[in-house]
């Protein structure tokens, strides 16, 4: 299975800025829907943007207009830039990917913690 890795997280004051990456073993990004997904505690899991393979994007509700989800095939890299962060957007980050013509996120990363002080 390929394997992927977060990287980018971290403590950031409020209003501040991050960058989360989402590295893959090999090129799968350009035939797959990666997602990012958050999970703070003691909450469920919480959808935050995906992108498909044809660069389609779509974003959740809480982070709409504030991030930005990218991907760099030359690298194997899905980028997601966090703009204006508060408190609120404290968790783990992960991203996922989903097979082209599933529903299902099947492959995940070990997650990437981003903390936001107030």
């Known amino acids: 299975q390929v394997q992927l890795v977060e990287s980018g997280g971290g403590l950031v004051q409020a209003g501040g800025s991050l960058r989360l990456s989402c590295a893959a073993s090999?090129?799968?990004?350009?035939?797959?829907?990666v997602g990012w997904f958050r999970q703070a505690p003691g909450k469920q899991r919480e959808f935050v943007a995906h992108i498909t393979g044809g660069g389609s994007t779509n974003y959740g509700d809480s982070v709409k207009g504030r991030f930005t989800i990218s991907r760099d095939d030359a690298k194997n890299t899905v980028h997601l830039q966090m703009n204006s962060l508060g408190p609120e957007d404290t968790a783990v980050y992960y991203c996922a990917t989903r097979p082209w013509g599933s529903s299902i996120y099947d492959n995940w990363g070990q997650g990437t913690q981003v903390t936001v002080s107030s």
């Open positions: 090999r090129t799968i990004f350009s035939i797959n829907t």
